[in-house]
């Protein structure tokens, strides 16, 4: 038999645009890109309008989604540079620079993982019309199933959640791992890496007053954290204790990790069912599943329905009153600082404000609180959840707030909770409001705050 020949790379040049996939491994995309290009460069774009959310009247990003965002991109660095890449952040509008960074280095192929977010959607299509000569590529990096292998077409996909899920469940679906990545030539965008001292910088920028919400930025801390919990017992045991309000064993804390893209949903599909063969499947094991489904259909849904996931009406269309005065913009600026005199919101919206993190039944009962008691329009309080949460996901936390607010995917037309009766039943002897009394405000830093340290 003779040699088996090496399939040659279609690009010279190519350029990787991260995102909200900072990961090597389990990624299709990077798999592809250093499987195509002779030699790649890799860029991070911080963008003036993270740092200015809408509707929440607080320009900046919540302190503690920044320190995560930042740790993160520190390990994805460092786990570039051990395949031989190199990580170069810069700050400015995406279109603008990727543009120049094409233009200047004479790339013949982009590289960006699609998302759910409609501005992210625009700015790749305006890309596309400024640079007709450049291969512009994409793909599906952070839902759980490839869209190919769903069984339907997406524009058929459900309004609401339980035919989506039976379908798939039907179909038996299963993750696809990517391939490892190929070995590819490293290009260099600048020539001096800057890279560690510039996360260095950033993050000085929330030495002081760092709550420990146990939660560390980076595929290291993700697969560490991975591991511990399939180790232990809590698979067994998560849907019963998965509505607690607070404690790290409740739940099981991978959201951050897989909002930004560090984990992959196919490696935890992966652990689980690892762990049952090896301890048995039982009805807790199996939600974790379908939480993974809850998130893979707002991910489908985000990205299907675009700009909608943000329209007064939601998905549904609905007509919506959002009225803007002095006393909604009073009651507004008490729930973001927890002063509601309710102990439970209180306490839910000041865990926020200090660790960028909250329970799911918390979200669901500040977001009642904010809709329902005190007629703010849902969209405000999904705009100050993406300023705060470490866990930010674009198509998750505005499909859920939508699905309280009865605009989005809940077929009963939306959720009203009894605040004192969930008081009762989750924190009956007041540990919870009594933790988080009396919290600090929330902090952000700003896009002043960014340049000013560059």
Same mark, same amino acid.
């Given at each position: 038999?003779?040699?088996?020949?090496?399939?040659?790379?279609?690009?010279?040049?190519?350029?990787?645009?991260?995102?909200?996939?900072?990961?090597?491994?389990?990624?299709?995309?990077?798999?592809?890109?250093?499987?195509?290009?002779?030699?790649?460069?890799?860029?991070?774009?911080?963008?003036?309008?993270?740092?200015?959310?809408?509707?929440?009247?607080?320009?900046?990003?919540?302190?503690?989604?920044?320190?995560?965002?930042?740790?993160?991109?520190?390990?994805?660095?460092?786990?570039?540079?051990?395949?031989?890449?190199?990580?170069?952040?810069?700050?400015?509008?995406?279109?603008?620079?990727?543009?120049?960074?094409?233009?200047?280095?004479?790339?013949?192929?982009?590289?960006?993982?699609?998302?759910?977010?409609?501005?992210?959607?625009?700015?790749?299509?305006?890309?596309?019309?400024?640079?007709?000569?450049?291969?512009?590529?994409?793909?599906?990096?952070?839902?759980?199933?490839?869209?190919?292998?769903?069984?339907?077409?997406?524009?058929?996909?459900?309004?609401?959640?339980?035919?989506?899920?039976?379908?798939?469940?039907?179909?038996?679906?299963?993750?696809?791992?990517?391939?490892?990545?190929?070995?590819?030539?490293?290009?260099?965008?600048?020539?001096?890496?800057?890279?560690?001292?510039?996360?260095?910088?950033?993050?000085?920028?929330?030495?002081?007053?760092?709550?420990?919400?146990?939660?560390?930025?980076?595929?290291?801390?993700?697969?560490?954290?991975?591991?511990?919990?399939?180790?232990?017992?809590?698979?067994?045991?998560?849907?019963?204790?998965?509505?607690?309000?607070?404690?790290?064993?409740?739940?099981?804390?991978?959201?951050?990790?897989?909002? @930004?893209?560090?984990?992959?949903?196919?490696?935890?599909?992966?652990?689980?069912?690892?762990?049952?063969?090896?301890?048995?499947?039982?009805?807790?094991?199996?939600?974790?599943?379908?939480?993974?489904?809850? $998130?893979?259909?707002?991910?489908?849904?985000?990205?299907?329905?675009?700009?909608?996931?943000?329209?007064?009406?939601?998905?549904?269309?609905?007509?919506?009153?959002?009225?803007?005065?002095?006393?909604?913009?009073?009651?507004?600026?008490?729930?973001?600082?927890?002063?509601?005199?309710?102990?439970?919101?209180?306490?839910?919206?000041?865990?926020?404000?200090?660790?960028?993190?909250?329970?799911?039944?918390?979200?669901?009962?500040?977001?009642?609180? @904010?809709?329902?008691?005190?007629?703010?329009?849902? $969209?405000?309080?999904?705009?100050?959840?993406?300023?705060?949460?470490?866990?930010?996901?674009?198509?998750?936390?505005?499909?859920?707030?939508?699905?309280?607010?009865?605009?989005?995917?809940?077929?009963?037309?939306?959720?009203?909770?009894?605040?004192?009766?969930?008081?009762?039943?989750?924190?009956?002897?007041?540990?919870?409001?009594?933790?988080?009394?009396?919290?600090?405000?929330?902090?952000?830093?700003?896009?002043?705050?960014?340049?000013?340290?560059?």
């Amino acid at each position: 038999m003779g040699e088996q020949q090496v399939k040659p790379k279609k690009y010279s040049r190519g350029l990787f645009l991260f995102t909200d996939d900072l990961r090597v491994d389990d990624h299709h995309l990077l798999s592809l890109a250093t499987a195509e290009c002779q030699a790649l460069a890799c860029v991070y774009v911080l963008q003036p309008w993270q740092f200015d959310p809408m509707w929440t009247l607080q320009s900046g990003m919540g302190r503690e989604r920044f320190r995560f965002l930042m740790e993160t991109l520190q390990d994805l660095s460092r786990q570039l540079k051990t395949r031989g890449l190199r990580l170069d952040i810069r700050i400015g509008h995406t279109t603008q620079l990727i543009s120049k960074l094409v233009n200047a280095h004479d790339f013949k192929a982009v590289y960006r993982s699609m998302t759910a977010g409609n501005y992210e959607q625009k700015q790749w299509q305006h890309l596309r019309h400024k640079l007709p000569d450049t291969s512009l590529i994409s793909g599906h990096t952070r839902s759980l199933f490839h869209l190919d292998q769903l069984p339907f077409e997406l524009s058929g996909l459900s309004p609401s959640f339980t035919p989506f899920r039976k379908r798939i469940e039907a179909a038996d679906l299963q993750p696809s791992p990517a391939p490892p990545l190929v070995a590819v030539n490293r290009l260099e965008l600048s020539s001096k890496d800057h890279t560690e001292e510039r996360l260095m910088s950033w993050l000085a920028l929330v030495d002081s007053g760092q709550a420990d919400n146990g939660f560390i930025g980076g595929t290291v801390a993700g697969e560490q954290h991975l591991a511990r919990y399939f180790s232990s017992a809590a698979p067994s045991n998560y849907k019963t204790v998965r509505n607690a309000l607070d404690g790290w064993a409740n739940s099981t804390k991978f959201s951050p990790w897989l909002a @930004l893209g560090s984990l992959s949903p196919g490696q935890i599909h992966e652990r689980l069912k690892q762990y049952e063969m090896q301890h048995g499947a039982n009805e807790s094991t199996y939600w974790i599943y379908f939480e993974l489904l809850w $998130r893979e259909y707002f991910y489908w849904s985000g990205y299907l329905h675009g700009a909608r996931l943000f329209w007064p009406g939601g998905v549904k269309g609905k007509p919506q009153v959002s009225l803007v005065d002095g006393l909604t913009l009073e009651r507004f600026q008490a729930w973001c600082q927890g002063q509601t005199g309710n102990p439970l919101i209180d306490a839910c919206m000041g865990q926020l404000n200090q660790t960028g993190y909250m329970s799911n039944r918390g979200r669901q009962l500040v977001a009642s609180e @904010l809709i329902n008691e005190r007629q703010v329009d849902w $969209r405000w309080g999904a705009a100050y959840f993406e300023q705060h949460l470490i866990d930010y996901d674009v198509g998750s936390n505005w499909g859920n707030w939508q699905y309280i607010a009865g605009v989005g995917a809940d077929p009963r037309g939306g959720r009203h909770f009894n605040i004192l009766k969930q008081q009762e039943q989750h924190d009956p002897q007041g540990l919870f409001a009594e933790a988080w009394a009396d919290s600090e405000k929330a902090r952000c830093i700003s896009w002043q705050d960014l340049r000013s340290v560059d």
